[in-house]
């Protein structure tokens, strides 16, 4: 290439580099003078942005009926509701228990439960030295008896004064924390039988 066209583009380039250069980073009313403007201007849609394009104005689109986003099926009624086909709150929980399942479920409960219902679940946490309204005990007859769906179901949405945990704790979370509210149920609640016999000297 000749050395004059060469020395020519070389200033063409500078000049377009200069000129691009102009308008970014300084503040003034005018819209900014760029040849080239890159990824700066993208032509897409902003949530409840405006759309000339769907009849209703809007942009953002309603997903199609029965859409079931990644992760969300919750096709398990008992496990996702506490509830059995029929509606009714299920008995017995639909996973099993493990040592794992009560320590996840203990520290949970002490995180969650505990500043109301207290760690025994007597209901004498510190917020009701604070003034909160008391919950009951979960040692009587009545919390013995209630089925695990229905502790699982007062965790996910509250009840009355409780206000619901459904947004903090996971589901499998929640579980956890049926499990040991049993565990701390029967703990207030043993007999010296239910002790195996060779661990029956220690007890006081
Ligand atoms: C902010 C205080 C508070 C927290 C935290 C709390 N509860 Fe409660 N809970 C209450 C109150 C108050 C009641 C009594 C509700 C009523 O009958 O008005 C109650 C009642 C209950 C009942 C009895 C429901 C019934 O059928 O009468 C259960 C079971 C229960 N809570 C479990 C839990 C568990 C499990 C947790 C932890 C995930 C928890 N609570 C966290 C205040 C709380």
Not at 21 to 27: E, L, M, S, V
Not at 57 to 84: H, I
Request: hydrophobic share 35%.
């Amino acid at each position: 290439m000749d050395f004059r066209v060469k020395n020519i583009l070389l200033l063409v380039a500078l000049l377009a580099v200069l000129i691009a250069g102009c308008g970014q980073g300084r503040p003034s009313e005018n819209s900014p003078l760029s040849i080239d403007r890159g990824m700066a201007t993208q032509p897409k849609n902003k949530p409840y942005g405006e759309s000339r394009f769907y009849s209703d104005g809007s942009a953002m689109r309603l997903p199609v009926p029965g859409t079931v986003a990644q992760g969300y099926l919750n096709d398990d009624v008992t496990y996702f509701t506490g509830k059995d086909e029929k509606g009714n709150f299920v008995k017995s929980m639909p996973v099993s228990i493990t040592r794992t399942l009560l320590k996840r479920g203990q520290e949970r409960f002490d995180i969650y439960c505990s500043p109301c219902h207290s760690r025994l679940g007597d209901g004498k946490g510190i917020m009701i030295t604070r003034g909160y309204l008391p919950p009951p005990t979960f040692h009587d007859h009545r919390m013995r008896q209630l089925p695990d769906g229905h502790i699982f179901d007062v965790i996910s949405h509250g009840i009355r004064n409780m206000p619901s945990y459904g947004h903090q704790i996971s589901v499998s979370d929640r579980w956890a924390i049926v499990a040991y509210m049993r565990a701390l149920q029967k703990s207030q609640n043993a007999r010296i039988e239910d002790i195996p016999a060779e661990l029956r000297q220690g007890i006081r």
